[in-house]
């Protein structure tokens, strides 16, 4: 089996609610943050896995986790889809 094959492993998936998301925008298209930085309570997430981001019903955010750090802090991307307003929330 080639090591590609035996290295890939399960993405998961970690949601929550706009209003309980504590995050800054790394960066911006068009007034809505893209890339976002934002704290991290689960510490079984890492790089790689999914971050949906939920306004009631309406997704705002749905992107790949690109890094998590030691101090719980991660970041994510979303350049074609989020509706998320850039800044420090």
Known sequence: ???FER???N???LWTELSALEFEALEQASGYATVI???LHNEQIRSGDVLVV???PEVRF???ITSVDDE???AAADRRGSTIPAGVH
Request: glycine share 20%; proline share 5%.
């Open 1 to 3: 089996m080639p090591d």
């Open 7 to 9: 290295s890939l492993g």
């Open 11 to 13: 993405a998961q998936t």
């Open 37 to 39: 930085r934002f704290r």
């Open 54 to 56: 939920l306004d009631g």
């Open 62 to 64: 749905h992107g790949m």
């Open 72 to 74: 719980g802090w991660a």
